[in-house]
């Protein structure tokens, strides 16, 4: 039976996708290269040096720069995300997550956060929601990111669940990958396309909802 639910963070529960692509859009610019909000659809999820390589790939200038450079480059984009994400407020958890954590906490279920984001747990204390969650993975002890299931099977193991009692809950297709491989039943919110691998969609967090999930199980 699911004793727990594992959810992401960007897209999920809050919308700081805006910021992840100012962020960069404007790091990329000081090298010349031009990033839209279509080719930001593929940093969803994937780690601040794998969104950096991607775009240095997009822009044709992979090979040109030492890893300490592009540390430098993945700090200075950093500290701008880190100051867009100082104005987050509760105002900013996604509409129907609150009530959703509420139910779930009210049936005793076990909560993870399994966010390839290193701000993770800052964000959380800016919604006021770190007092729901019973465990935060943090992603800088792993070897592999999404769409490796690492991180989904790392936060059922720090639930002390194993994976098929847990459900996953992921807005990026590499999310959802990640889910499918750790083999928990994986929900996904966001257009029919992006999440064609999800077990379950949903269009947004406002349909998130216990018992639709749990019918859709048995
Ligand atoms: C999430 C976001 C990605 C972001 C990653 C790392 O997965 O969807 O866009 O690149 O976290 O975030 P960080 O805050 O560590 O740079
Ligand atoms: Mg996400």
Not at 21 to 40: P, Q, V
Not at 184 to 198: H, L, N, P, R, T
Request: proline share 3%; charged share 30%; aromatic share 8%.
């Amino acid at each position: 039976s699911v004793k727990g639910f594992i959810f992401d963070l960007d897209g999920v529960i809050t919308d700081t996708a805006d910021y992840h692509f100012e962020a960069w859009k404007n790091l990329a610019s000081n090298y010349g290269i031009t990033i839209d909000r279509e080719f930001n659809e593929q940093l969803k999820g994937i780690s601040r040096m794998d969104s950096l390589n991607r775009i240095l790939e997009f822009g044709g200038r992979k090979t040109e720069f030492t890893e300490a450079q592009k540390e430098a480059m993945a700090a200075e984009k950093n500290g701008e995300y880190v100051k867009l994400i100082e104005k987050m407020t509760p105002e900013h958890i996604l509409p129907g997550v609150l009530d959703f954590l509420t139910e779930l906490k009210k049936h005793n279920y076990l909560l993870g956060l399994a966010s390839a984001s290193k701000n993770g747990p800052v964000i959380l204390e800016r919604l006021n929601l770190s007092g729901y969650f019973d465990t935060i993975v943090d992603p800088s002890l792993l070897a592999k990111g999404k769409p490796d299931p690492e991180i989904f099977l790392t936060a059922a193991r720090q639930l002390g669940l194993k994976p098929e009692e847990c459900i996953g809950i992921e807005d990026a297709s590499a999310g959802i990958e990640s889910i499918n491989k750790a083999k928990m039943f994986s929900v996904g919110v966001g257009d029919k396309e992006s999440m064609k691998e999800a077990n379950y969609r949903l269009s947004n967090t406002s349909e998130l909802s216990l018992e639709k999930i749990l019918n859709r199980l048995s």
